[in-house]
């Protein structure tokens, strides 16, 4: 299993993540590898979604973001599962956020295929997802002045020509 380090997304660029998937009132939003858990509480806290899960397979993560949907008021629309994102089903999201590695994305496709619908936003930090071809692609500058590539892929029409 690759590891994936713990580096938190940046909240300017959290912000155009949920943007750019064009988040709203009838999302379901779940974050692969959630870290603190900032992508949920900005999903829920400013674009005011449905619903939005993260999932966490380091323990004092988990802990910690499962914390911070208490301490910020949101326990009853955002939720934290411990354990690996491979085996937790995601067929009910209509967006889902990536900060992975490019080689992790690639390990995703066959999941994101068979369980997501047409239509699913999937917003991914940094890095692509292999073979897919992004509606869009954009940089965002963080707080400290540096610059982050997002890319949005469609499900549906994510597929190279
Ligand atoms: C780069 S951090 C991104 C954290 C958060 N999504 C953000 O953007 O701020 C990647 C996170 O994914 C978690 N992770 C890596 N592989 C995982 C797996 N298979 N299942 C669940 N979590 C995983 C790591 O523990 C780490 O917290």
Redesign the pocket.
Known sequence: ?????????PYQV?RAMLKLANAGPDDIVY??????G??LIVAVKEFNVKKAV?????QQ?YKLASTRMIDEGIANKASVVY????EVDISEATIV????LTS?NEMLKPKLERELRDGVRIVS?EFRIPGWKPAREIDVRDENGLLHKVYLYVKGSHREQ
Do not use: A, Q, S
Not at 1 to 9: E, G, S
Not at 83 to 86: C, T
Not at 97 to 100: D, G, K, R, S, Y
């Open positions: 299993m690759v590891f994936v380090p713990y580096v938190p997304t959290v974050d692969l590898g959630c870290g603190d900032r992508i993260g999932v966490e397979k380091d993560l354990g690996d994102f491979f956020t990536l900060f992975l992790v930090h």
